[in-house]
């Protein structure tokens, strides 16, 4: 399953494929339990193998707990996703942050690149590193926060305290605060770039800058992990042709190798098929303590 | 060995124990071949099992082909060490670029962490990461370039052609521009230093700025790798006390976790020993591909 700020996504799969799927406002653990009943039965399936959640971060990697998720519902912040699932379905439970387990989605259903960059870009800006077909955990677990690097120091005040973290500076909602400044007026992000397609100047400038911050991190992701590619999704990627040449061409000066980006081929689903394959690619330790939360009957 | 921009260090190393070593300048391929018979005959061996070589980059992942590195002397540039020692010496010789045998050594040999980025802190910057006890070579071999994320897309101009690099802000060379800049006469990064430390304010300035620029890197590499732990080697370290806490107060504002500083223990040893433990990181295909590329007799 997927658990997103708005909407909740549960699927069955098997080997990737999908049997059966549910999608719902996510709201509390109640509606996540319909649901993945309500996918088991029409899958005919007694009791799923094991269930894999991307959430919203921060997760506490060794119990997966959510850690007050900013971007989820009150009702979910505290939620005991993992023990909770556990104990009803019988199964193992790992649960993993939303951009890492999309990136795991990506290496077995996407490009399936062994060296890339996963980027969500969304009204907030996630991401998930893979080298060496390994996933890029970090010490436990926050790797991969791209959205939260400070590109520029003095730059506007981020969602997390920070200033001029790229997600302030490219993501939705920095570029919807920033189209308020200059418009005067309330403006979504997907308003200003529907206006930028349409040719407006201020609109396309807006944008530009924020392609330019894209650019500079993408640049700087290059010089240290050397990725084949780059696969972007979220919402922006909607609107690919304005953004993608305006992102290389922002980042070609500051890398001194050539550049791929790409869309994910796997659309919405990137998430909840990485969730499918996250017992495959959780470190063994977190995996094992993850499973172990609750010692299931016989 | 380890191939430097002024010197080469070549040792017996048995399982991390150095048993005989010598130093010379870097020249050409025919002192590496006097120094390593001078080491193998002090240790006592006939044959060494393998060769692991440590050199500036960029280095050729699937030859071990030097590609040309700006920072050692024309006689070395082009050299095919991999394919002279393997037929001089018989037995698999690994090549990789220096700032990743560093990593290399401090994981075997140092720190040991799982999670860390080791940084070359001297004339220029170099940088390798381990991610998960294993280290992050990137699509061919490139990864771990630090020195040349871009930090200010505006800043000075860098040896490799961009601007605003790590290493033309923080770096050892960059340091003594900006230097002549401000005092109006050559002065080295030492120098700098050195007046930073008695408490001329120009200096101190100057090295500040270098800091913020480290601390801005240190920050971002946190956000995206989550290493427990940043280890700094290089002519830097020796004035870690005035740089340290100044690194860590530039960065802590722009990380959310908490940053742990440390200097190598190893000393100008860390890439040698890095180099003896190479066989064992180097990626298997690489690996299998530097060590076939002159068919041993027998």
């Not at 407006?200 to 993408?218: R, Y």
Request: glycine letters at 14%; proline letters at 6%; charged letters at 20%.
């Amino acid at each position: 399953m997927d658990i997103g700020g708005t909407r909740t996504r549960v699927a069955a799969l098997e080997q990737g494929q999908i049997k059966a799927r549910r999608s719902f406002p996510t709201q509390s653990l109640v509606e996540l339990k319909v649901g993945l009943d309500q996918v088991l039965q029409e899958a005919g399936w007694a009791k799923p193998q094991a269930i894999g959640v991307a959430a919203a971060g921060p997760v506490d990697m060794r119990s997966g707990q959510l850690l007050n998720p900013p971007n989820l519902p009150p009702g979910m912040r505290t939620a005991s996703v993992g023990t909770e699932l556990q104990a009803t379905f019988g199964c193992p439970v790992y649960v993993a942050n939303d951009a890492t387990t999309a990136a795991i989605g990506e290496l077995e259903y996407g490009h399936k690149a062994q060296d890339f960059v996963y980027i969500t870009w969304s009204t907030g800006i996630g991401g998930g590193i893979v080298c060496g077909g390994r996933v890029v955990w970090g010490a436990t677990g926050q790797a991969g926060e791209i959205g939260h690097m400070v590109i520029r120091p003095r730059g506007p005040r981020c969602g997390c305290g920070k200033r001029g973290c790229l997600e302030a500076l490219a993501g939705g909602a920095g570029l919807a605060k920033a189209a308020r400044r200059r418009f005067g007026q309330a403006i979504s992000a997907r308003e200003l770039v529907t206006l930028a397609q349409k040719g407006n100047p201020q609109a396309l400038e807006l944008v530009k800058t924020a392609c330019q911050a894209m650019g500079q991190a993408v640049a700087l992701l290059w010089e240290l992990l050397e990725p084949e590619l780059f696969v972007f999704g979220g919402g922006f990627t909607g609107s690919w042709d304005l953004l993608a040449p305006r992102v290389l061409e922002a980042a070609r000066p500051l890398a001194r190798g050539s550049l791929r980006l790409a869309v994910t081929p796997l659309g919405d689903d990137v998430g909840l098929l990485g969730a499918s394959a996250l017992w495959k690619h959780i470190s063994p330790d977190w995996g094992a303590l993850q499973a172990g939360r609750v010692r299931t009957p016989g």
